[in-house]
């Protein structure tokens, strides 16, 4: 949220507090929805929930189509409820999969999700526990993240 700046005498806008982020309940939506994905090509089940400024969590599922370039990731359909919804500002995302090896956002979704939040706190996890949990960042993922700044005229 920006503000303009504070006239002399006034006191500077307090800092909005920081949500806490319950890992735990991000993980369960994340992997509820990952139940209802639709991944008959790929057999790979994907689930996301991301947890917004007001608190709300909005979860998103793979959306697999014969046409494979229809496919729509996890974390986009997550993205997309949230917009859908009129929130804009997500604090944090998990991503569950299944598998020895912890799936991380794709190339597209990393630059979907920085379109909201560049430095956005991110929590991998798989289904039946095949992996332990890892925590890692927009930012980590996606250095130098492309940008509306890059748009200016």
């Not at 999969?97 to 560049?118: D, H, I, K, N, Y």
């Amino acid at each position: 949220m920006s503000r303009a700046p504070h006239d002399a005498g006034e006191a500077p806008a307090a800092a909005e507090p920081a949500l806490a982020i319950d890992w735990a309940a991000l993980d369960r939506a994340a992997l509820a929805v990952r139940e209802r994905a639709h991944a008959p090509y790929s057999g790979y089940w994907v689930g996301a929930a991301i947890l917004v400024r007001s608190g709300r969590v909005f979860a998103g599922c793979n959306v697999e189509n014969a046409s494979y370039g229809l496919t729509i990731c996890a974390e986009r359909s997550a993205i997309v409820q949230m917009v859908a919804a009129g929130e804009r500002d997500p604090v944090a995302i998990t991503v569950a999969t299944s598998g020895p090896v912890l799936g991380s956002p794709c190339g597209m979704c990393r630059q979907t999700l920085a379109e909201f939040a560049v430095d956005l706190p991110i929590r991998l996890i798989a289904a039946g526990g095949g992996a332990p949990p890892r925590h890692t960042s927009l930012s980590a993922l996606l250095p130098e993240a492309f940008g509306a700044a890059a748009l200016s005229r």
